[in-house]
């Protein structure tokens, strides 16, 4: 296995251009980074030529000396309409212009929809999306979701499986696995990860508080921890992906330190909100290390 981590929020608020951000990222020691496809960055993708904002985002990771292995698609509900759909697909064919192989996408949930209703709008429009991902020549991947409130979102491998088996098990769709997303979703880890198999091409790394009273609230779901400073059981995480010789990244992706949203009742007039940009960059390579460790300690490491 080999590391990676997603450009987290904080970066942009130090008011940090793309280019300085990867640059501070291969600073701290990572070769490999996710990149977000989000409202905050959207000016810079939606709805412009694919291939000449990769060739341009391509330049600025080369310079770096950095290079994109995974794509997540944020901040977008596809049930929320044909717009919606537009945008990640758009977000797609930017991942493949920009040479990531994975896009982790978000999947479409309505306040109180049946199963039979979740499943069948994804499936109508994860059809519409494998198109754009042949075109990419790029994976979709679908995850654990994690939102334990909502009896209707997709929780266990079962259903990621069950997912890709309604629609034909199709070369461009696998799994995602997000530990901190199983521990919201108090799933035991070496279970799910021994059902989803081969079918796994990414993997999302943070810890959490898990499904307990603390995790009830929506602030709380959303921390992500560095590995092994929360609840979740990382030595099941560790053995599981060993067991079914999980061989890709394992990419952080962590909200440390928390960026809060504005309205949020955790910031109000808080003087300090989130960690100076140096604080940061100490808490990435001490991320980095513990990590470095456990894929050495399960014999895992791949320099």
């Known amino acids: 296995m080999k590391l990676s981590t997603s450009i987290s929020p904080i970066w942009r608020k130090y008011g940090l251009e793309e280019n300085q951000i990867y640059a501070a990222i291969k600073k701290c020691g990572f070769d490999n980074v996710g990149y977000d496809f989000c409202a905050d960055n959207a000016q810079n993708w939606l709805n412009r030529n694919a291939g000449q904002w990769g060739r341009n985002m391509k330049a ?21 309409g044909p717009d919606s759909v537009e945008y990640v697909k758009q977000a797609v064919l930017c991942a493949g212009a920009l040479g990531a192989a994975n896009v982790v996408i978000p999947l479409g949930t309505r306040t109180n929809n049946s199963r039979g209703e979740y499943e069948l709008g994804n499936q109508q429009y994860i059809r519409q999306l494998l198109l754009s991902a042949e075109e ?7 995850e654990h979701c994690g939102a334990w409130h909502n009896a209707h979102y997709m929780h266990y491998a079962i259903e990621i499986n069950h997912m890709m088996d309604k629609l034909g098990m199709p070369e461009h769709l696998k799994a995602n696995v997000n530990v901190g997303h199983i521990g919201v979703a108090d799933i035991p880890p070496m279970e799910d990860i021994a059902l989803l198999g081969d079918g796994i091409r990414n993997v999302d790394v943070s810890d959490n508080f898990g499904c307990m009273p603390l995790g009830s609230h929506p602030e709380r779901e ?14 099941e995480v560790m053995q599981g992906l060993r067991d079914v010789k999980y061989d890709g990244f394992m990419n952080l992706r962590m909200n440390m330190p928390r960026v809060f949203e504005k309205n949020s009742s955790f910031v109000s007039e808080a003087k300090v909100p989130y960690m100076p940009q140096e604080l940061t960059a100490r808490l990435l390579v001490w991320s980095r290390h513990i990590m470095e460790h456990m894929l050495r300690t399960y014999e895992c490491f791949e320099a």
């Open 222 to 235: 959303n921390l992500g921890f560095a590995p092994m400073m929360g609840y979740i059981n990382y030595d």
């Open 60 to 80: 600025y990771l080369t310079d770096a000396g950095v290079a994109p292995v995974v794509a997540h698609v944020c901040d977008v509900n596809p049930f929320d």
């Open 136 to 142: 990419a020549d790029v994976t979709l991947l679908i």
